[in-house]
């Protein structure tokens, strides 16, 4: 099994910068592939905000370009997300989430419990 923690978020004025972390307990049967950052406002479905390979390929929202960047430390299982220039729209509950290669079991998604991004305008 792998459990995500995050940690960061909270409440900025717009224009600001936030950032968060997302730490993985990886098991000896398991592996990590893509881990990324997902959004969910209040009434929208969850929505992907960036993602990154274990090799560093990263791919993000077209409404995050250039604003936030995601970065990894395999080392320490670990996902970062830097927000700056944020917006009001980017208010939601953002969720780690990891692609897990299970021994026996093959793929698996995992997530984080969420943490809270206020932009005020």
């Known amino acids: 099994q792998v459990q995500l923690v995050e940690s960061g978020g909270g409440w900025v004025q717009a224009g600001g910068s936030l950032s968060l972390s997302c730490t993985a307990s990886?098991?000896?049967?398991?592996?990590?592939?893509?881990m990324g950052w997902y959004r969910q406002a209040p009434g929208k479905q969850r929505q992907l905000v960036a993602t990154?390979?274990?090799?560093?390929?990263?791919n993000y929202a077209d409404s995050v370009k250039g604003r936030f960047a995601i970065s990894r430390d395999n080392a320490k299982n670990a996902v970062y997300l830097q927000m700056n220039s944020l917006k009001p729209e980017d208010t939601a509950v953002y969720y780690c989430?990891?692609?897990?290669?299970?021994?026996?079991?093959?793929?698996?998604?995992?997530w984080g419990q969420g943490t809270q991004v206020t932009v005020s305008s």
């Open positions: 990886e098991s000896i049967s398991s592996t990590i592939r893509t």
């Open positions: 989430h990891a692609d897990v290669w299970v021994y026996m079991h093959g793929q698996a998604d995992y």
């Open positions: 990154i390979t274990s090799g560093d390929t990263t």
